[in-house]
């Protein structure tokens, strides 16, 4: 694969490059973008890289392999396509070429609820070939419990396999990005799913009141509304976002399938630490019990080894993802699952690990 200056693309960091030329500034904001002063966003990807390795040598590799089991379902890698929203942002064929990518290299994909393409129209990608990696949906709860219900239904009628419900973004962060290029979504892109929802009815404000406060956030989700979404689907429910250890065990004790170790890549709270860093204390609270995905700048194939060896079962890529969608459609995205997937390969078999279950605390260095 090569770039539109012929120079080839070998790793992650060749099409973000690559991909600053093909998004115009709006995009560009939106998908590059942090909050407030982006230092999280920084550290996410710093983190994994100052995590350093101890190798293995002379051990036994014939057989090796990257598959891992989540929810009942092999998958053939543990990289997964984190959510996205509004892909048709980066490319005209947006989620379903995403959905393509997926399908070829067998890599699992959690389409958002802001997705610019139908649930439907992308489960006839990737849930009509047995080969492919699993379909999930991303939810937000909506003020409308009617809606949010059924929406569930809808995306299980089209055979997504599991909810991974977004939890840590009530209000969007600070992004100074977006409103200094004036985002806006372009006429022929919007969200989909969100179609037919009525408009939330704001309470009127007393003097002395916020309107963020007791106005948006009148109706904000709570871990009740988590307590009723688990009782409307049969599908597993993974909560994304959860960053302290208590919210670890309260999910938990609630009932919660999985958690996605996330700090929405660093585009809510700025100055939260990064994902390497917040994974161990998460997986300390909760033990093996309940699987463990995590996402924020993963980039190399030894960060999704680095993150396995912390208690992970498998990772997400997000912004790496729509960089190779803007860059090369279907083509791009995929060509980024095989990077990764190979230079996890080759990670394994620099440290001795022929199976990600040999993938130990012991594999980094103290």
């Not at 115009?24 to 710093?46: H, I, K, P, S």
């Not at 919660?256 to 161990?280: F, M």
């Not at 300390?284 to 995590?294: C, I, K, N, R």
């Not at 498998?314 to 995929?334: E, K, S």
Request: hydrophobic share 50%.
């Amino acid at each position: 694969m090569t770039g539109s200056g012929a120079a080839p693309l070998v790793c992650l960091a060749d099409y973000a490059a690559a991909a600053r030329a093909r998004l115009d500034d709006n995009a560009r904001a939106y998908f590059e973008g942090g909050a407030a002063d982006e230092l999280t966003l920084a550290a996410n990807v710093q983190a994994w890289r100052d995590i350093p390795l101890s190798s293995r040598v002379l051990r036994p590799m014939a057989g090796g392999h990257t598959r891992v089991v989540l929810f009942g379902r092999t998958l053939a890698h543990p990289i997964l396509l984190a959510p996205v929203a509004c892909q048709r942002l980066a490319h005209p064929d947006g989620e379903l070429a995403t959905a393509q990518a997926a399908a070829a290299l067998q890599a699992g994909m959690v389409l958002s609820t802001q997705s610019s393409v139908a649930v439907e129209d992308v489960a006839r990608i990737l849930c009509t070939d047995p080969d492919a990696g699993p379909l999930w949906f991303q939810l937000y709860l909506q003020h409308d419990r009617g809606f949010t219900r059924e929406l569930v239904q809808r995306v299980e009628a089209a055979g997504c396999e599991a909810l991974v419900l977004t939890v840590d973004a009530p209000v969007q962060g600070a992004r100074d990005r977006e409103r200094h290029a004036g985002f806006r979504l372009p006429p022929g892109v919007r969200a989909v799913h969100l179609d037919g929802l009525r408009p939330r009815s704001m309470p009127t404000l007393a003097a002395g009141q916020s309107a963020l406060f007791d106005g948006l956030l009148a109706d904000a989700p709570t871990w009740a509304d988590v307590a009723w979404l688990r009782e409307q689907t049969r599908l597993p429910l993974l909560l994304k976002g959860v960053t302290h250890p208590e919210d670890a065990r309260l999910a938990q004790s609630i009932g919660a399938s999985g958690l996605v170790v996330s700090n929405h890549g660093g585009r809510t709270l700025d100055t939260l630490p990064a994902t390497a860093v917040l994974l161990p204390r998460i997986a300390d609270a909760v033990g093996d019990a309940l699987p463990l995905l995590v996402d924020g700048g993963i980039r190399r194939g030894t960060d999704v080894l680095k993150a396995l060896a912390l208690g992970a079962r498998a990772v997400l890529i997000g912004r790496p993802q729509v960089q190779a969608l803007a860059v090369a459609g279907a083509h791009g995205v995929a060509h980024v699952l095989r990077l990764l997937r190979d230079e996890l390969e080759i990670a394994m078999a620099l440290t001795g690990c022929a199976t990600v279950a040999a993938i130990t605390a012991d594999r980094l260095a103290p």
